[in-house]
């Protein structure tokens, strides 16, 4: 019975967000900016993502994220993105693809 207990106890905090505990990516210098689209833009199914990385000293890339799923391989332009608000996240990683610091996100509505 106390096992059960627990376990509920784990799945209630996963599904309320958490213990609070944040583990912080390492801050290397690194700087994202997504200069295109703006946050907030109206886009249509197919647009482009334009940003720029300033590696600092471990950045190699960058992950783009589009409603929080990871863009394996993403090559712009995002084509056939279903109508509706939409997050769009980059993120700086190391060549062994550790996530750094360094991140954006900015929401768009596809039209």
Known sequence: MQKLAAVAFIILIALVGGTGVVLAADDDGSKITITAPKNGDAVGETFDLKYD????SKAAHAHVYLDGK???????????VGKGKHEI?????????????????ITVEVK
């Open 53 to 56: 990385l300033a590696k600092g």
């Open 89 to 105: 996240t980059v993120t700086a990683a190391t060549q062994d693809h550790k996530m750094l610091a360094a991140t954006q996100t």
């Open 70 to 80: 990871y863009q394996k391989g993403f090559v712009s332009p995002f084509k056939g």
